[in-house]
């Protein structure tokens, strides 16, 4: 969906350096979440937002944070990067249809 | 504690054949299910979906058959055709949960042939 847009689109990175990984909307969703893809994980769900500055955990939260200061941006942070966080970053916005989330096309993290 | 197993990674089939992707859950409080369609380097895509007070749903080519009792959900692509040719994830949600975080399984590649 044209409606989400994620940067940047590839990183590599050194252990320990902090990341920041963007989500922009145009659809103003009120809910959004960030997951990552990993083989044999399928996605799981790292934090998700139900409003600005309204911000909840997922399963695999650890290590990272996020902050929605207005609708349409939703950021990610790695505030100290491992090679545990090698992954697809993925973020969606809810749509007003049940469980249809709308993706971005992802970021791909690379940590060395 | 994966929630929502699919426990075959990849499915080969014919061109034209029948496609059957399988996904089990175990929380019996998830009380609406998804399928996710994905091409490399792109977002997944919502496929169909199905709420747990029916046992199939069909839209084109495309039919979800729930069954609660076995907490086993299936979907049938037929027939299957190239563009088909995919990472499949089945999702999993409690509607009672006002956030709405889907559960999903760990996809499984389908691979059409002509």
């Known amino acids: 969906d044209a409606g989400i847009t994620q940067s940047p689109r590839h990183k590599v990175t050194e252990t320990g350096t902090p990341v920041t990984l963007r989500c922009h909307q145009t659809e103003n969703h009120r809910y959004m979440y960030w997951y990552r893809q990993d083989p044999g994980h399928g996605l799981r769900l790292i934090h998700y937002?139900?409003?600005?500055?309204?911000?909840d955990k997922g399963e695999v939260s650890d290590g990272y944070s996020v902050s929605r200061s207005k609708t349409e941006d939703f950021l990610l942070t790695l505030e100290s990067a491992t090679s545990s966080q090698t992954s697809v970053y993925f973020c969606?916005?809810?749509?007003?249809?049940?469980?249809?989330?709308?993706f971005g096309e992802g970021s791909r993290l690379t940590v060395l | 504690d994966q929630q929502v197993k699919q426990n075959s990674p990849s499915l080969s089939v014919q061109e034209g054949r029948i496609s059957i992707l399988n996904c089990d859950y175990t929380n019996s409080m998830f009380d609406y299910f998804l399928w996710y369609k994905k091409y490399p380097a792109e977002g997944p895509t919502f496929l169909i979906s199905?709420?747990?007070?029916?046992d199939k749903n069909e839209d084109g080519r495309f039919t979800v058959f729930l069954n609660k009792s076995a907490k086993h959900l299936s979907l049938h692509i037929v027939p299957s055709q190239p563009g088909d040719s995919a990472v499949y994830f089945c999702a999993a949600l409690n509607r009672n949960q006002g956030a709405q975080k889907l559960v999903f399984g760990q996809g499984t590649r389908l691979t059409i042939n002509p």
């Open positions: 969606a916005g809810r749509g007003t249809n049940t469980g249809e989330l709308f």
């Open positions: 199905i709420s747990s007070i029916k």
């Open positions: 937002s139900y409003g600005v500055k309204d911000t």
